[in-house]
């Protein structure tokens, strides 16, 4: 594979289904060298868990100056079109566009190349197999860690690295394979739902973490089965 997109994503949580992607990073690999790269912060119209502010840096104030994250999908695929991809643990990056894509009726099917898996089958000796690890323990060199762009470098360096030692031995490693995951689509929330919850969160003052507009249905559902829970129903005179 001598052409191919790396990628990284950077995510509100670990779930596809559920959480929503806060920014996408991605370089363009041709002949072994750096060609092009994308970037760009989404705007995931919800409240940032603390715990992602602090991983990433991303605050708050960032993700809201953002793209909304169709046009950054659609950017991202015009980018990689005719490209494998590339990424450490990609069908984790892959299944969060997968599951925007379906959602949103846009046709997605890739080929891609797991540096991860590569690592597991030809650095045995190394402790741990997080991009982290494999790059000081391969000094591969780092601005910044779990911003998109940078971890997409990174993981582009690390597969250049394992394609150099080991790709004349076994070629057939590096070749990429169609990336699966099944997903169901999510449809937006009706108008019943948002004005349900647009009452509840009116009546009884809550400061919601994400936009009522942005949530599907199950969502929506959920969100207004917890506030029944803690507060109750709003009482009719």
Request: charged share 30%; glycine share 4%; proline share 4%.
């Amino acid at each position: 594979m001598v052409e191919y997109v790396a990628v990284d994503l950077e995510m509100t949580g670990l779930r596809a289904r559920t959480d929503r992607i806060l920014e996408i990073g991605a370089v363009k690999v041709q002949q072994g060298e750096i060609t092009d790269f994308f970037q760009t912060l989404v705007n995931p119209q919800m409240k940032l868990p603390e715990e992602i502010i602090s991983l990433t840096g991303i605050t708050d104030q960032m993700a809201a100056k953002g793209c909304d994250t169709y046009h950054a999908v659609q950017e991202f695929l015009t980018f990689c079109r005719g490209f494998p991809l590339a990424g450490h643990n990609i069908i984790f990056d892959y299944s969060f566009l997968k599951q925007y894509a379906i959602n949103q009726g846009i046709p997605l099917e890739k080929e891609g190349v797991d540096t991860l898996k590569l690592a597991r089958k030809f650095l045995p000796e190394a402790e741990k197999k997080t991009l982290d690890y494999l790059c000081e323990f391969l000094h591969i060199r780092r601005e910044r860690t779990h911003r998109a762009l940078e971890d997409a470098r990174a993981a582009a360096k690390l597969l250049e690295y394992l394609k150099m030692q080991f790709g004349e031995r076994e070629p057939e490693a590096f070749l990429p394979k169609p990336l699966q995951y099944k997903a169901k689509k999510q449809q937006p929330a009706t108008k019943q739902q948002k004005s349900r919850l647009q009452e509840l969160v009116q009546y009884y003052q809550i400061n919601l973490n994400r936009e009522i507009e942005s949530l599907n249905r199950s969502e929506a559902s959920r969100l207004t089965d917890q506030i029944y829970c803690r507060y109750g129903k709003i009482p009719r005179s």
